[in-house]
Nanobody, 124 residues
Framework: QVQLVESGGGLVQAGGSLRLSCAAS????????MGWFLQAPGMEREFVSS????????TYADSVKGRFTISRDKAKNTAYLQMNSLKTEDTAVYYC?????????????????WGQGTQVTVSS
């Protein structure tokens, strides 16, 4: 069992930055690939980024490429999403997720564990 807790969301102006953290409980963090997803009001949840359990394989949605950076720290059992050059359309609840595979995926149905989400609001 893995429990995930996101933090780092908040209100920021367009062009600003935020760093989201996803703290995982348990000693099996390194056995899971991690993903970040977002859900805007009235919209379905969508893929943002994923990272393999060894940290070497990373994928981004086209909408965030060049602006967001995913990473993970094995020693801290934590995954991160650094978000730069934020746009108003990035406003959403951001979720981290874990799956028991070596690599990540853009398919949310393949993730076994989810955090509660953290709100990111980007103002113009």
């Amino acid at each position: 069992q893995v429990q995930l807790v996101e933090s780092g969301g908040g209100l920021v102006q367009a062009g600003g930055s935020l760093r989201l953290s996803c703290a995982a409980s348990g000693r099996t963090f390194s056995n899971h690939a991690m993903g970040w997803f977002l859900q805007a009001p009235g919209m379905e949840r969508e893929f943002v980024s994923s990272i393999s359990r060894n940290g070497f394989s990373i994928t981004y949605a086209d909408s965030v490429k060049g602006r967001f950076t995913i990473s993970r720290d094995k020693a801290k059992n934590t995954a991160y999403l650094q978000m730069n050059s934020l746009k108003t359309e990035d406003t959403a609840v951001y979720y981290c997720a874990a799956r028991v595979f070596a690599t990540g995926s853009s398919n949310e149905r393949t993730y076994n564990y989810w955090g509660q989400g953290t709100q990111v609001t980007v103002s113009s």
